[in-house]
Every structure is written in C-alpha cells, then in structure tokens.
C-alpha cells in the first residue's frame, strides 16, 4: 500500500514537470519562430501541434492516458505503442528542428547589419541629365539608366502590376511569406520545372542591396534573414518604393521610371494598365522577356500579370480586358537618345563635366546640368547644316545606288521605313514617314520618264529633275539604276497645277550624302551663351566635333583683328590708306601678296578697305603696327588655342582656328570690345539639388 502511494506521488511529479517542461517548450518555440519567420499564425500553428504531440506522447513512463494501441500484456509498456512513438518522435523533431534553426539563425544575425544604412540610406547610381534652357531634356549620363521617384510619384496601377506580378502577399507577410514558398514549391514540383520563385519582394530587396547575387543556400538563408528585419525597419511603402526604383527590367533600365522612358518613351505618370502589365512582366527574365527582344513572349507575361491583377482584386475585368486589346507602340530599340537631340552639344558637355567632377560624378550620381543651348534654334541649325550639303551634293550630280536588295527579300524590306545613313548595328523602326527624313528607298518600276520609289509600304515616284541626274550618271558612266537598287531619297509635297486644278502631291527626291562636312555655332553675343552648335553633317557617322576640334584657316575673316589693333593704335575709319602693290622681304624670300582680283584701289579710307577685304591694306597695317601686337590683341578677343604663326602672313588669314573660338572672338564687336566666353552650362547640381556650379554670363 505505501508503496502504491509512493508511485502515485512519483507520477504526479513526473506529470507537473512534464506540464511545466512542455509549456516552456511551447512558449520558446512560439518565441523563436515567430521571430525567424514573422507569422503569428505559423508559430501559434507549430506550437498546437507540439501540444498534441506532447499529449499523444504522455509523461515518459507514466501511462497519462491509455492508448488503443497499446500491448493488452504489458500495462506500462507504452514506448510499444505506435501511436505515443509517432507522437514522440513529431516531438522531438520539432523541439530539436526549432532549436537547430534557431542557433543557426542566431549565428548568421550576428554577422548582418543591424540598421540598414545601406538600405535606409538608399543611395543607388542615378543617370546624370542635361537639360536645355527651356528645362527639357536633351542628353542623358548613365552606367544604371535609374531616375529615382517618391511614392506618390508612382501612379497606383504600376505599383498594383508589380506587386501581382511578383508578391500578391506583399502587404500579409512580414518579409518572408511561408504560403508563397509552399505554393511555388508545388507547383514547381507539378510541372517538374521552375515555374515560380518563393521570393519575396523584401527578400529581393536584401538580395539587391546588401546580400549580393551569389547562388548558394546560406545566400537565401541571409536573404531571409535580412528581409525579417528590414521589414522590422522600413515600412512597406518604402520598401517598395526601393524595390520599384532599382529592380532591372531590361535594356539598360533601371527603375519603373527609366523603363517608361526606355520602352514607351513617357513619362511614368502617363503610363496605361497595359503598359504598365508590359513592364512588370519583365521581371521574371529581364533580358529574355523585355518587349525589345520577343515580343510574343512579353505578351505572355503581360496577360499572367493582368490575370494576377483581376484575381488579386486590384483590377476588374472590365479594366484587363481593356488593356489586352490596347496596342502598344514602342520606341526604337537602339536610338541613343545623346545622339538624337544635339548630339555634338551633349558631348561637349560630356567631356568637360567628365574632366571637372569625373566619371563616378557623371554616371552614377544624377547630375542636372542645365545648358544654354536653345532646342529650337539648335534644329534649325542642323537642318540647315544638312540641307546645305545635300544640295551642294546633289549639284555635284548622282552618284549611284548605295545598294541592291535580292528579290526575295524585297517584301521584308518595305515592311517599315528605314532610314539612311545606315547605321551600324541599329535598326530604326519609325511608324511613318517624316517629310525631310532621309530614306533608303528600294526602286520598284521605271518606266518612260518615270522611276517609282518604295519607302516603307509607301510608293513614290522621283521628281522629274533627280530622274534627268540619273540619267546623266548612266550615261557618264555607262551603268544603269536597275530594279531592286537602293538610292538615298526624301520625301516632299509639292504644288501642282493652277487654279481648281491645284493640288498638293509627294514626290520623292535624290539625297546625297555628302563627302564634304561643315560646322556651325550660334551664340549670343550679350551673354556668350550658347544658342545652336552643330559640329558635322551626321553625329552616326562622325562623332569628330568641327565647330569645337577642327582648325582650319582663318582667311579673310582675321581681318577685323588686324582693323582693331590700327584703331586702338590711332587709326580712324576716316583715315586715308593705299591700296597699291607691296612687298615684303621673308626667311624664304620676297613676299608680294595682291588683291583676289588683280586690281588696285589706289587711296583709300579705311573704312572702303575693311568693307572691300583689300590684302594690301592689311598687309601694310600689319607692317605698321607689328606682327606680335596684332598676335596680342588675337589672344585677348578669344583666339587662345588657336595656331597663329609669328608671320606677316597673318594679316591675310593663315592661323588656324576653331569656328567655336571664332564665333566668340567676332561676339567681342557688338559688345563694345569686352571678351566672350562661350557659355554651354549655367548651373550644375547634384541629385539632392546642391549647386556645385553657376554661370551667369561669359562677358568680361
């Protein structure tokens, strides 16, 4: 009898322990996976069935309750139960598995961040800008394309496409989402390849900014990490605003922003569903599936996101519907936007902003230089520049097809425009056809006085003069323009007809491309702001800058140098000069220049001599006044890097200069004599809107 009192008091104790062993295993196991994973509802999970399992197991040695598969001949032989070993072994595996992972998370937290500068202080590389005087953008600096915004920068239905496209849990899950991981895992399972990633929008964040790209198993172990406590840090809209503004989605574009400019060409703000469904399906495979590459397959992607969109609630269907049928159009794939707009301009400003605040400055920390460059003014100077060598070419005369497509491939080549000069490597897809825009155009018939033109799918027959030029050229060169030959071509309305018989048709036009090339600077004289610059006839085909690099001689137009030194030396416009034969005694012998015509003036005022460009009055000043004084008022009106020879020669235009510096000398006139300094930048700032540099005005 004691001793059955004695065994019933040893198995209450055994049971009190028991309780008070398995509850503080209960509440660490709570504790510790809700804080490795951040889920009430997985920790409060995994504790009720630890629960269970201590209750199916019982006390060890004491029969707690009877289980029905218990041996009938041993009343204390429970470990035979299959049941209570079930239930053991379930207890086991999770206290030793929570304690395992718990170390191991401990371990590994040690070595991370605790505040996350480099995320709360998110400083990425962002493209530099130029911006023209009116503030529109004409040139773009970037090793990253990434144009940072704020949230509320972000319109509501870009945010809603990438969240359905990569975490529709986003807002529920505390940085790692346990039912995405289960849900991706089975269905990769199912279809017996990677389908899915269990990643979340968090954990791509630690990835991109703090862990790193390397494929290894404590990798995403650290990413998961990393993603618990950044969610203890950030809130979601900031997480997702970093997430928004660095994820890559092809083509060079970093952030939702660039790739609005990139693939559509607007700005974010105007982005629709569609496009909107366009981009956030890039993400997956940003090389492979960007809208530039194949087509067919972001297509794909697009209408997962918007069924994604519709399930997850953030769109209708009436809204997805909408958006499968909108067309897209994108932009030309490879047209580098510095050499759209200014091209010549942008690399000047390039080169100096490289040289003054070097490359990390220029490519990663979003520079705004604001120019002077006037977007206006700056095309009308190019068209100028080229419609100028195109004539002075097509005077010249015709000089041959510029290529010959096979017959097969003919239809291929008037699905779309193509314009000329051929560029390497790029292929621009312009939807129309831009009247002045030069062309390949592929002959299609020729016929009497005729020769017809495709352009595109566009058909056009060659004005009556170009086809006498190429009739010129078969006959000076014994060839003939066949069917299926490429010329250079134009297109242009014309006025035909008078009266009610007027009317306004297209014709196609020759254009040559030229084999000369010239240069122009416009600058404004009052400040030396620079209005216009163009330094070629095509940036694609030579990138060599005329205006600024190229030195050629002066000529004639030193002369009002060499007038301004007579005056400030005593000289009036009044004064009487000789315009008579002169020579001078040189190292190489007896220099006897004379005017272009042959012909003297004999006596007359300065003022006639400038006005008529006569050589031997400036000769004679030059003598007068002396080669290095007229050397020192050249370098003091602008003329600094220019080759000026220690010559009488000077006076008749032998240095060599740029149009740049010329174009700012001349300026020195209208403004009373004081100096003009060409000015291409008024201010410089960096991202956080600090100016590192203004200008106001190159006078004095």
């Given at each position: 009898?004691q001793?059955e009192?004695?065994?019933?008091?040893?198995?209450d104790?055994?049971?009190i322990?028991?309780?008070?062993?398995?509850?503080?295993l209960?509440a660490f196991?709570f504790?510790?996976?809700?804080?490795?994973?951040?889920?009430?509802?997985?920790?409060?999970g995994?504790?009720?069935?630890l629960?269970?399992a201590?209750?199916?197991?019982g006390?060890?040695g004491v029969?707690?309750?009877?289980?029905?598969?218990?041996?009938?001949?041993?009343r204390?032989?429970?470990?035979k139960?299959?049941?209570r070993i079930?239930?053991?072994?379930?207890?086991?595996?999770?206290?030793?598995?929570?304690?395992?992972?718990?170390?191991?998370?401990?371990a590994?937290?040690?070595?991370?961040?605790?505040?996350f500068e480099?995320?709360?202080l998110?400083?990425?590389m962002?493209?530099?800008?130029?911006?023209?005087?009116?503030?529109?953008?004409?040139g773009?600096f970037?090793l990253?394309?990434?144009?940072?915004?704020?949230?509320?920068?972000?319109?509501?239905h870009?945010?809603?496409?990438?969240?359905a496209?990569?975490?529709?849990?986003?807002?529920?899950?505390h940085?790692?989402?346990?039912?995405g991981i289960?849900?991706?895992?089975?269905?990769?399972?199912?279809?017996r390849?990677i389908l899915?990633?269990?990643s979340t929008?968090t954990?791509?964040?630690?990835k991109?900014?703090?862990?790193?790209?390397e494929?290894?198993?404590?990798r995403?172990?650290?990413?998961?990490?990393?993603a618990?406590?950044?969610e203890?840090?950030?809130?979601k809209?900031?997480?997702?605003?970093?997430?928004?503004?660095?994820?890559?989605l092809?083509?060079?574009?970093?952030g939702?922003?660039a790739?609005?400019?990139v693939?559509f060409g607007?700005?974010?703000?105007?982005l629709?569903?569609a496009?909107?469904?366009l981009?956030?399906?890039?993400?997956?495979?940003?090389?492979?599936?960007?809208?530039l590459?194949?087509?067919?397959?972001?297509?794909?992607?697009?209408?997962?996101?918007?069924?994604?969109?519709v399930?997850?609630g953030?769109?209708?269907?009436?809204?997805a519907?909408?958006?499968?049928?909108?067309?897209?159009?994108?932009?030309?794939?490879r047209d580098?936007?510095?050499?759209?707009?200014?091209p010549?301009?942008?690399?000047y400003?390039?080169?100096?902003?490289?040289?003054k605040?070097g490359r990390?400055?220029?490519?990663?920390r979003?520079l705004?230089?604001?120019?002077?460059?006037?977007?206006?003014?700056?095309?009308?100077?190019?068209?100028?520049?080229?419609?100028?060598?195109?004539?002075?070419?097509?005077?010249?005369?015709?000089?041959g097809?510029?290529?010959n497509?096979?017959e097969?491939?003919?239809?291929?080549?008037?699905?779309?425009p193509r314009?000329h000069p051929?560029?390497?490597?790029?292929?621009?897809?312009?939807q129309?056809?831009?009247?002045?825009?030069?062309?390949?155009?592929?002959?299609?018939?020729?016929?009497?006085?005729?020769?017809?033109?495709?352009i595109?799918?566009?058909t056009?027959?060659?004005d009556r003069?170009?086809?006498?030029?190429?009739?010129?050229?078969?006959?000076?060169?014994?060839?003939?323009?066949?069917?299926g030959?490429?010329?250079?071509?134009?297109?242009?309305?014309?006025?035909?007809?008078?009266?009610k018989r007027?009317?306004?048709?297209?014709?196609?036009r020759l254009?040559?491309?030229?084999?000369?090339?010239s240069?122009?600077?416009?600058?404004?004289?009052k400040?030396?702001e620079?209005?216009?610059?163009?330094?070629?006839?095509?940036?694609?085909?030579?990138?060599?800058?005329?205006a600024?690099?190229?030195f050629?001689?002066?000529?004639?137009?030193?002369?009002?140098?060499?007038?301004?030194?007579?005056?400030e030396?005593?000289?009036?416009?009044?004064?009487?000069?000789?315009?008579?034969?002169?020579?001078?005694?040189t190292?190489?012998?007896?220099?006897a220049?004379?005017?272009?015509?042959?012909?003297?003036?004999?006596a007359v005022?300065l003022?006639?001599?400038?006005?008529?460009s006569l050589?031997?009055?400036?000769v004679?000043?030059?003598?007068?006044?002396?080669?290095?004084?007229?050397i020192?008022?050249?370098?003091?009106?602008g003329?600094?890097?220019?080759?000026?020879?220690?010559?009488?020669?000077?006076?008749?235009?032998?240095p060599?200069?740029?149009?740049?510096?010329?174009?700012a000398?001349?300026?020195?006139?209208?403004v009373?004599?004081?100096?003009?300094?060409?000015?291409?930048?008024?201010?410089?700032?960096?991202?956080?809107?600090?100016?590192?540099?203004?200008?106001?005005?190159?006078?004095?």
């Amino acid at each position: 009898m004691q001793k059955e009192i004695e065994m019933k008091w040893l198995h209450d104790i055994c049971r009190i322990v028991w309780f008070l062993m398995v509850a503080g295993l209960a509440a660490f196991i709570f504790w510790a996976t809700d804080k490795i994973v951040g889920s009430h509802a997985f920790s409060g999970g995994l504790t009720l069935i630890l629960l269970f399992a201590a209750y199916g197991a019982g006390a060890p040695g004491v029969p707690w309750r009877k289980s029905w598969l218990a041996m009938r001949h041993g009343r204390f032989r429970f470990l035979k139960s299959v049941e209570r070993i079930f239930c053991l072994s379930v207890f086991a595996f999770i206290v030793f598995g929570t304690f395992f992972t718990f170390f191991v998370f401990s371990a590994i937290e040690c070595q991370l961040p605790d505040r996350f500068e480099e995320v709360a202080l998110y400083r990425p590389m962002i493209s530099s800008r130029v911006l023209g005087r009116d503030g529109r953008v004409i040139g773009e600096f970037f090793l990253e394309k990434r144009i940072i915004v704020g949230w509320e920068e972000i319109p509501a239905h870009v945010r809603a496409a990438f969240v359905a496209a990569e975490d529709k849990r986003f807002y529920l899950h505390h940085g790692i989402d346990l039912i995405g991981i289960t849900r991706a895992a089975y269905t990769n399972v199912k279809a017996r390849k990677i389908l899915q990633g269990g990643s979340t929008i968090t954990q791509q964040v630690a990835k991109l900014l703090i862990v790193g790209r390397e494929k290894s198993f404590m990798r995403k172990i650290r990413e998961a990490i990393l993603a618990r406590k950044i969610e203890k840090t950030l809130p979601k809209n900031r997480i997702l605003t970093i997430y928004l503004n660095h994820v890559y989605l092809g083509h060079g574009a970093y952030g939702v922003k660039a790739a609005a400019e990139v693939y559509f060409g607007k700005d974010l703000k105007d982005l629709t569903l569609a496009e909107a469904a366009l981009i956030a399906g890039a993400l997956k495979a940003p090389t492979a599936s960007a809208p530039l590459n194949d087509f067919g397959r972001a297509r794909e992607r697009q209408l997962y996101v918007l069924r994604e969109m519709v399930d997850s609630g953030v769109a209708s269907a009436v809204e997805a519907e909408a958006a499968r049928r909108e067309s897209i159009v994108l932009i030309s794939e490879r047209d580098d936007f510095n050499w759209s707009v200014a091209p010549y301009f942008v690399e000047y400003v390039r080169k100096y902003i490289y040289r003054k605040y070097g490359r990390e400055n220029l490519f990663g920390r979003g520079l705004e230089i604001r120019t002077t460059l006037d977007l206006s003014s700056q095309l009308a100077a190019e068209e100028a520049v080229r419609r100028g060598l195109e004539e002075l070419s097509t005077r010249l005369g015709f000089s041959g097809p510029i290529g010959n497509v096979p017959e097969a491939e003919r239809d291929k080549f008037l699905a779309f425009p193509r314009m000329h000069p051929v560029l390497a490597n790029v292929e621009l897809m312009p939807q129309q056809i831009t009247l002045g825009q030069s062309y390949r155009a592929l002959v299609l018939r020729r016929g009497g006085a005729d020769i017809s033109l495709g352009i595109g799918r566009e058909t056009y027959k060659l004005d009556r003069q170009d086809v006498e030029r190429v009739r010129r050229w078969e006959t000076r060169k014994n060839s003939r323009l066949e069917i299926g030959d490429l010329i250079s071509a134009r297109v242009e309305e014309q006025t035909i007809g008078f009266g009610k018989r007027k009317r306004v048709t297209s014709v196609a036009r020759l254009v040559e491309t030229p084999t000369v090339q010239s240069a122009l600077v416009a600058l404004e004289a009052k400040t030396g702001e620079v209005r216009a610059l163009v330094g070629g006839y095509d940036f694609h085909l030579s990138q060599f800058d005329r205006a600024t690099q190229a030195f050629r001689q002066a000529g004639s137009s030193i002369k009002p140098f060499v007038y301004t030194a007579a005056v400030e030396h005593g000289k009036t416009e009044a004064d009487i000069v000789l315009d008579a034969p002169v020579s001078v005694q040189t190292a190489s012998g007896i220099w006897a220049p004379h005017n272009y015509k042959g012909e003297f003036e004999g006596a007359v005022t300065l003022r006639t001599a400038l006005a008529k460009s006569l050589n031997t009055v400036s000769v004679r000043l030059a003598l007068a006044i002396g080669v290095p004084e007229i050397i020192n008022y050249m370098r003091k009106m602008g003329l600094e890097r220019s080759v000026i020879p220690r010559h009488i020669s000077i006076s008749l235009g032998t240095p060599d200069v740029s149009p740049l510096e010329m174009t700012a000398s001349f300026a020195s006139f209208p403004v009373g004599g004081r100096r003009v300094r060409p000015v291409f930048i008024t201010r410089v700032s960096d991202s956080g809107g600090r100016v590192l540099e203004e200008t106001k005005s190159g006078i004095g």
